[in-house]
């Protein structure tokens, strides 16, 4: 059964028990990898330093596991039992896992759509407050687990979303990102701004390329140029306290570190399994890696649907939020913004917590699939598949993305709804992502 991230350190202990040889190493290499790129310092003995824990990740994540064990492995489950996990607001189903090749086979039907107005309609997406038992139907992996993290890469090289849990280089940035840390970082780092919404939208905007002339344009947000994290945090824990309203006024706050970044930046330097130079399970092309994007998020946000072309893994470092994703084909039924020149490209222009306008976009006719992504968990997103999320409370989230996947899946869908050609190298031309 699995436990609940909320379980703390002990619940990792337990598991050691039951693969303990395999799960100790890549707990022990996990914090001795973060351990040492926090120790060193920069320049050439951080990059040297940090090829030799990408190496040592490396060998650690190629254990070779046989179909026969995860055969085995997935027969001993009680099928009987539910996968129940429990945290501070009541029941999480997970579903019992299944191998990937169940699925290719056409013996399992995955992934497991809802139409999206059954989603928006059950739980509209302006509610924070999340239901007291929530069904997931992602596959939910424990990395430490090399059977579960050898069925997770089969899902992930077929470009289908899944999630993970247990890594234990994101649970010790989860730990090291206090609020006393992240506002001496964050007072230092350049490379973050709030953003500034009249509610609880917030739809991606670059003026990059817009051609002002033709139209005049006003921006959804406002750029705040005076708030520091320390009053952002304020701002947020009090949202939580006083649970919010949607349409008070919201601040994002956002952080980066950009394409390349050898521990300059404290995003970087603290998420090494994203700015990796050699392949591992989140970042399997390296010389495509977009950099990382950090989203701080407090009640109530809502990120505009949109599409990415890289394969998008997403860390939730704290709290958590909710992900509504759809498909590459529901792309032309959500009404996309296609001219590559408008500040919002690629984004949806549909609010989806509008029933009125859920209804007139017929979304009883998209498929769709709703998750929780919680602190400790990672969600892979597979290129172009459209994804809409909701901030439930005080939340950190961090994203890399490492190009489009080899053999182009989705594209040709996201090509249609565009109306044009984009190419498996498009990834430089789809500026930005809000997530």
Not at 260 to 266: A, E, N
Not at 302 to 318: C, F, Q, T, W
Request: aromatic share 10%; charged share 25%.
């Amino acid at each position: 059964m699995p436990k609940s991230k909320d379980r703390g350190r002990g619940g990792r202990s337990r598991l050691i028990l039951i693969i303990p040889l395999s799960l100790s190493l890549l707990t022990f290499l996990g914090v001795a990898y973060w351990l040492l790129l926090d120790q060193v310092g920069g320049g050439v003995n951080r990059e040297k330093a940090q090829k030799e824990a990408d190496k040592a990740l490396a060998l650690a994540e190629a254990q070779p596991v046989t179909h026969s064990e995860v055969a085995s492995y997935v027969d001993a489950q009680d099928s009987a039992t539910k996968r129940i996990v429990k945290w501070e607001h009541g029941d999480i189903e997970w579903p019992k896992l299944v191998e990937y090749d169940e699925v290719r086979a056409g013996n399992y039907v995955y992934p497991k759509y809802q139409t999206l107005m059954d989603v928006v309609s059950t739980w509209n997406p302006d509610v924070s407050d999340p239901p007291a038992y929530f069904k997931e139907t992602l596959m939910h992996f424990n990395y430490s687990n090399p059977v579960e993290r050898a069925m997770a890469e089969k899902y992930r090289n077929a470009e289908i979303p899944f999630k993970v849990y247990d890594v234990p280089h994101f649970d010790e940035t989860s730990e090291k990102w206090s609020d006393e840390y992240l506002s001496k970082v964050l007072s230092k780092s350049g490379s973050n701004h709030v953003e500034k919404s009249k509610d609880n939208h917030f739809m991606y905007w670059a003026l990059k390329g817009w051609r002002e002339t033709d139209v005049e344009y006003v921006p959804p947000t406002e750029i705040i140029h005076d708030m520091n994290f320390d009053k952002w945090l304020s701002v947020a824990k009090e949202a939580d306290a006083t649970k919010m309203k949607n349409d008070s006024i919201h601040y994002y706050l956002m952080s980066s570190a950009p394409i390349g970044d050898k521990g300059k930046t404290f995003i970087a330097r603290d998420l090494p399994l994203f700015t990796t130079s050699s392949p591992n399970f989140f970042i399997s092309n390296p010389r495509s890696n977009k950099g990382i994007q950090c989203r701080f998020g407090m009640r109530g946000i809502i990120a505009e649907a949109h599409y990415d072309s890289g394969r998008n893994m997403v860390a939730m470092l704290k709290g958590v939020k909710r992900y509504i994703i759809n498909p590459p084909t529901a792309c032309k039924q959500l009404a996309i913004i296609t001219d590559i020149d408008h500040p919002s490209y690629r984004h949806s222009v549909i609010d989806w917590s509008d029933m009125k306008q859920a209804e007139s976009h017929n979304f009883e006719k998209i498929d769709a699939i709703d998750t929780l992504v919680r602190q400790g968990e990672v969600l892979y997103i597979p290129s172009y598949w459209l994804h809409y999320i909701i901030s439930l409370k005080y939340s950190i989230q961090c994203n890399s993305r490492s190009g489009s996947p080899p053999n182009g899946e989705g594209l040709e869908e996201i090509e249609k709804c565009m109306g044009q050609k984009l190419g498996a190298a498009a990834g430089g031309r789809l500026r930005g992502a809000k997530n």
